[in-house]
């Protein structure tokens, strides 16, 4: 089972493993809605662990600016927005947990 969340026209435009308030409907594995997205059971393995690894990457990343091998402002502007964002967003959910999937999407 996979949770979603739609836009106004009904289309999902996100997935996630787990519900909450971000993705309240569940639909089934082989939905056509999570097939049109490449995201059911029909997508292939390696497609079904990247998610996942970007979910790694991005610990990655803060554990590399927490140490201070890198700096935040040496990652290109358009990475710095899309970490920025996935980490309010991650807040938003309950925080930071380094190298746990918590089966977000």
Avoid: C, W
């Amino acid at each position: 089972m996979r949770y979603v969340r739609r836009n106004a026209e009904g289309e999902v435009i996100a997935v996630s493993l787990i519900e909450d308030p971000f993705f309240p409907e569940a639909v089934p594995d082989d939905s056509l809605d999570l097939a049109a997205l490449g995201q059911g059971s029909s997508a292939s393995p390696l497609a079904d662990t990247d998610m996942r690894l970007v979910r790694v990457l991005e610990d990655l990343i803060d554990v590399l600016i927490t140490k201070e091998v890198i700096r935040f402002t040496d990652l290109p502007a358009a990475a710095q927005e899309k970490l920025l964002e996935r980490r309010t967003l991650r807040h938003a959910l309950g925080g930071l947990n380094l190298l746990d999937d918590g089966g977000v999407l």
